[in-house]
Each structure stands twice: as structure tokens, then as C-alpha cells.
């Protein structure tokens, strides 16, 4: 890491901390490599810690070496600053910290540069690979669950962050297209071929399409376990199915079609795009199979047990000891899910060329994830070059702590849920809305993008592996970690601007000293690509979600201290603080974007 920082230093790009990093690493030639461990601090605007470590390897009295170091340091006007003006001050503190203080100068300077890209000064990643997200992956024929709604959130907040970094993203959605009950909805279809006409009064919704396949499942499941002989026809329907038979994959293909038209209506009222060439479903890689299942016999990472191919690990076992195996082919020669995973494994990494494959699927599936992963690599599937990690996420609770249900006990419906978190959201919206005179399609338009902003928010700003409720009223209230006060933070930048006119403009003055809410602010500013880079390193885009709140937070600080059309430092300090208004409203609209969430410009 230290590597990279350093060779960022020249660029416009730097963030103050590496400057600082940077200046510190050249400080102590004799600490090559070793981390400065610089963080923000309350006390100064950065704390290292790194010379704590670098005494006990040299034997050295940390004090000391600290005052050695601070001393090494360029600041300000002092000895070997050579015009560098990044550090202001630097004190040490307690058993040999350093306190470092950074110039306002030099705040401005870096967010100057930033405005001055329309990518904020966030550089793009220095050897981008290819990435496979595995996302928004629902099942043909099937209702949407919540489950559903939190894999296609998260997968596309992390396939916004990744594509903004520069990596190159496959997306995937692996939607569940295939198995033994298309045996029975197909061979149901044929003995009641007008089951899914489209009535008149049903229409062509979203809705109405996952009625019909409703219909259909519910009354071929009936058929299917009362009537034997249909039992058996569904049988022989699967074998058709995957050998290819025109007729029933043509059957098939009305399931998927009319699915789509279902998942198309959810997803465009979560404002998530999904394109129809990255749905590659578990029934494209049916061709592979049997090739999977031959090369895993024929390399002996399977092996037959009890009439199924299996693959066995040392260390997964049943609450009675026995070993649990992968099951890749089943009694009855048919796949599974497992074969179907493989064999996309062997497509994403042999065809496509991944070198990171991301998989955002309930926590439920991970010990089916991990014997995949592992059963790949004895293949040889995976190689050290290649990255594979299930991204778990938890359950969405409902207030009494347990699954989120209906009160009827029901799975709740992915677009009741939507419709409802949009309503609430409308109703908060249109108190303030009526204030500042919104018109009435204004407000609804709003309502809209508060309230799938909130659900969205909700989901990605608690972190990926945990439980959380879903509460509504908490979650479009106007305190709080929520994505409203984001917006409104952005809102309210906007209103700034449109008070100013057109006369004013935003203009940075690095001459001008800065209050400390301007500070605090600038600093934060300055550090959304680090933030971003980070994120995009280890998948946690609620790291993103908490800088922006806090983001909107310190701007909220900002604009309560720091009049800024009335600033009485005169009309350079009106300009710079427009500036910082502008900076903020940027990086606010960016990072709001990058979790899938839309900023209303009046609210
Ligand atoms: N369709 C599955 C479900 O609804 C999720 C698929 C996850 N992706 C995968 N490659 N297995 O549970």
C-alpha cells in the first residue's frame, strides 16, 4: 500500500493523507516499506502511529525517534519545506505519536484540483482485472423475495463502485431457469396449453404476469403431487427438456419470458438496470454438464457413493459425523445446482478471463459456495491467480427480530414492500415540499426517489453479513443514518446555488485562512477516492454509505457556523465558500449514485 502512495504523490490525484504519508516515508529513510499508520484525528488533523513499531525494531526510545522524525518533516516556512506548504505542524505526543496539522492552504489547493476533474481527482485503479459479479439472481416462475432485493441492491452498488475504479466488470445474473420443476410446468402447459394467455382484464403488468406463473406453479405442484401418471410424464419432460427437445424448450422459454416481464417491473421500480445480455441463467451452462461431471470423475475429485457423484471434504460433516459431500449428479442422472455453479466457474474463469469472481448470494448458501470454491480449485478451475468470494448477506427482520414476514405470515411481496416504502416516503416529502412550494408531480417524483433511496440506503449502509430490521418509519426519518438527510444535505447545496443567482460563483481561494467546520469538511472531501478505493477493495459498500452520512453531517455543520452567501470575510469568502458548497454537492450526487440512490434537487 505504502507503494502506491508514494507513487501517487506527484499526482493531482494525492489525497492530503498520502501527501502526508508520503512526506513521513521520505522523513525516515531508514523505514522503508514500513507503514506510517496515518489516520484522521480529532486531536490535529492526522495522528501517525507508525514510529511506535519502527522504535521497538531499531531499540530505539520512541520519543525520541518521534521528534527526529518530526523534526525531518517539511513544514510550512520551516527547513526543507521547499515551497511544500502541505504540513502546517507537527507535535509529538503521548508514548510517540505524531500530531499533524495540515495547511488550509493546502486543503483548498487539493479540493481545487479535485473540482477541476470531473472524476473528483478519484484516479482510476493503476492494473484493473476482470471482475465477475454474481447478482440479482431470482428464480423463473417464482415471486421475488426480500432476499432477492438485498443481492440485487448490493450487487449493483458493488458493480457501480468497481466500474468507477476502472476494473472491468461481467455481470451476471444467475437466475434459476432450470431443473425438475420445469418438467412439470412444462408438461402442465402442454396438457392445459391456454393457461398463460394473457386475459384482457389481467393486462400485460408485472403483476399480472406473476399471477399467471402463480396459477401455473400452484396447480401443477397440486397435479403433480396427487396424480402419479402426471408425476411421470413431468419425469420424462426434464430429460426432454435437457436434451433439448424444440417443443419443450420452446414451452420452457414462455416461463422465462413471462418471468421477465415480472422481474423487469420490479427491478425498474428499484431503478436498477439489469440488460438482458448479462441474464445467463443456470440453464446456459446446461451444454457443460456433462463434461463438468466427466472431467471431475475422470480427474477423481468425484467420485460415485450411494449412485450420486460426490465430491467429500475432510472437514464438512452432519451433526452425526458423517461426511456431507457435493452432490454433482444425483441418483436419477440428473444436475444440480452444484453442477450448474461449476460450470459457470469454468466459463467465467476459462472463457471470460476472470481473475475475481463475486458472488452476492444469501449467507444461507455459503457452505454450498465453499464446497464449490474448493471442489474448483482440486479441478484446477480456480488457480492462485484467481479470487473467488461469496459476499453473504443476512436476513431482513421484521420489528419482532425474527424473518421478515406479512402478518398473515406470508413472504412479503418485492413490489407491496417498494410501493409502501415509496408512499411513506411521499408523505414526509410532501410536509416539507408544501413549504418550499413543490408542485405536486415535484413532490411525487421525490417520493419516488426518497423512498427506493431508503430502501436501498437501509440495505447497503449496514454491513454485508448482518441482520437487520426493516422499519420503515426509521428509515425515511429525516434524523438519523438514513439516505434522506443525505439527500437533503445535497437539497440543500442546491438551494444555496439557486439563492445566489447567477452573479456569484464558486471559487477557491487558498489564501483565505478556514473556520474549523470549513476544515473539517475540506478534509473530509479530500478524502472520497481513498474511501472509494478502499471500498472497492474489500466489498463493504457501507463504507461508502457512512462517509457520505457523515459527509452530509459535517456539511450540515458547515452551513449552521459558516454563513456562506453572507460571509463576512467579504466576497472571497463568499466565492470559497461556494466552492466548498460545490465540491460537496458533487461528491454527495457521485457517491449517492454509486450505491444506486438518485438526489433531488429541491426537497
Ligand atoms: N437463484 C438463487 C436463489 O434464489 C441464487 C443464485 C445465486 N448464484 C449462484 N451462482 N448460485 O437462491
Redesign the pocket.
Known amino acids: 500500500r505504502n507503494g502506491t502512495s508514494m507513487a501517487s504523490v506527484a499526482s493531482l490525484s494525492a489525497s492530503l493523507q498520502q501527501r502526508v504519508s508520503a512526506a513521513l516515508a521520505a522523513a525516515v529513510p531508514s523505514a522503508t516499506g514500513a507503514d506510517p499508520l496515518l489516520r484522521r484525528s480529532d486531536r490535529a488533523d492526522f495522528q501517525a502511529n507508525g514510529v511506535l513499531g519502527l522504535a521497538k525494531r531499531q531499540k530505539a526510545d520512541p520519543r525520541v525517534l518521534a521528534a527526529e522524525v518530526a523534526a525531518a518533516l517539511p513544514t510550512a516556512g520551516g527547513a526543507g519545506a521547499d515551497g511544500d506548504d502541505t504540513i502546517a505542524a507537527v507535535e509529538v505526543s503521548g508514548p510517540g505519536f505524531l500530531n499533524i496539522t495540515v495547511s488550509d492552504a493546502a486543503i483548498t489547493r487539493n479540493l481545487a484540483a479535485r473540482a477541476a476533474d470531473d472524476r473528483l481527482g478519484v484516479p482510476l485503479k493503476e492494473h484493473p482485472g476482470t471482475t465477475v459479479v454474481?447478482y440479482a439472481?431470482?428464480?423463473v416462475a417464482k415471486e421475488m423475495h426480500v432476499?432477492?432485493l438485498r443481492?440485487s441492491v448490493i450487487g449493483d452498488a458493488i458493480v457501480k463502485i468497481l466500474e468507477f475504479g476502472g476494473e472491468q466488470v461481467v455481470r451476471?445474473h444467475?437466475?434459476?431457469d432450470w431443473g425438475t420443476q420445469f418438467g412439470m410446468l412444462v408438461q402442465y402447459l402442454i396438457e392445459h396449453p391456454h393457461e398463460l394467455d394473457h386475459s384482457e382484464d389481467e393486462g400485460d403488468t408485472g403483476e399480472a404476469s406473476m399471477s399467471r406463473l402463480d396459477r401455473t406453479y400452484k396447480a401443477s405442484g397440486a397435479l403433480f403431487r396427487s396424480d402419479e401418471a402426471f408425476k411421470e410424464r413431468a419425469r420424462r419432460r426434464v430429460v426432454d427438456l435437457q436434451a433439448g427437445d424444440p417443443e419443450t424448450v420452446a414451452l420452457w422459454q414462455r416461463f422465462v419470458d413471462e418471468s421477465k416481464i415480472y422481474f423487469d417491473s420490479v427491478y425498474r421500480k428499484l431503478d436498477i438496470e439489469i440488460r438482458d445480455e448479462d441474464i445467463v441463467g443456470?440453464s446456459g451452462y446446461n451444454d457443460m454438464l456433462v463434461e463438468t461431471c466427466d472431467l471431475l470423475e475422470k480427474s477423481g475429485v468425484a467420485v460415485w457413493s450411494n449412485g450420486a457423484l460426490c465430491v467429500f471434504f475432510d472437514d464438512i460433516k452432519g451433526k452425526d459425523g458423517e461426511p456431507v459431500p457435493l452432490i454433482v449428479r444425483k441418483t436419477d442422472g440428473g444436475f444440480g445446482?452444484a453442477a450448474?455453479?461449476l460450470s459457470?466457474i469454468r466459463n467465467r474463469t476459462g472463457d471470460l478471463h476472470a481473475d475475481t469472481l463475486l458472488?452476492v448470494?444469501?449467507v444461507r448458501?455459503s457452505l454450498?459456495?465453499r464446497m464449490v470454491f474448493e471442489t474448483a480449485r482440486r479441478a484446477g478451475w480456480l488457480t492462485d491467480e484467481v479470487t473467488a468470494r461469496h459476499l453473504p448477506f443476512g436476513t431482513l427482520l421484521g420489528k419482532d427480530g425474527k424473518p421478515f414476514k406479512t402478518r398473515a405470515g406470508e413472504s412479503v411481496k418485492l413490489e407491496d414492500l417498494l410501493d409502501e416504502a415509496v408512499q411513506r416516503a411521499t408523505a414526509v416529502v410532501r410536509e416539507k415540499g408544501e413549504k418550499i412550494g413543490l408542485t405536486e408531480e415535484e413532490i411525487t417524483a421525490n417520493g419516488v426517489q426518497v423512498g427506493i433511496g431508503a430502501v436501498k440506503y437501509a440495505d447497503l449502509s449496514t454491513s454485508l453479513g448482518r441482520d437487520y430490521v426493516f422499519d420503515l418509519d426509521r428509515m425515511v426519518s429525516l434524523n438519523g443514518d438514513t439516505s434522506v438527510y443525505v439527500q437533503y444535505a445535497y437539497a440543500r447545496t442546491r438551494s444555496i446555488f439557486r439563492k445566489a443567482g447567477e452573479g456569484q460563483r464558486a471559487v477557491a481561494h487558498p489564501e483565505l485562512p478556514l473556520e474549523a467546520a470549513e476544515r473539517a469538511l475540506g478534509l473530509h472531501l479530500d478524502a472520497f477516492g481513498d474511501t472509494l478505493a478502499e471500498v472497492a477493495g474489500v466489498y463493504e459498500p457501507h463504507r461508502l454509505a457512512s462517509y457520505l452520512f457523515h459527509l452530509a453531517s459535517l456539511f450540515t455543520t458547515f452551513y449552521e457556523q459558516c454563513p456562506v452567501l453572507t460571509a463576512d470575510g467579504g466576497p472571497a469568502q463568499v466565492e470559497n465558500r461556494l466552492f466548498l458548497c460545490d465540491v460537496t454537492a458533487r461528491t454527495l450526487r457521485q457517491g449517492l449514485w454509486l450505491l444506486g440512490i438518485r438526489a433531488p434537487e429541491r426537497l
Request: aromatic content about 14%.
Open positions: 454474481d439472481q431470482p428464480n432476499g432477492h443481492s451476471r444467475h437466475i434459476g443456470e445446482y450448474t455453479d459457470a458472488y448470494v444469501d448458501q454450498h459456495f
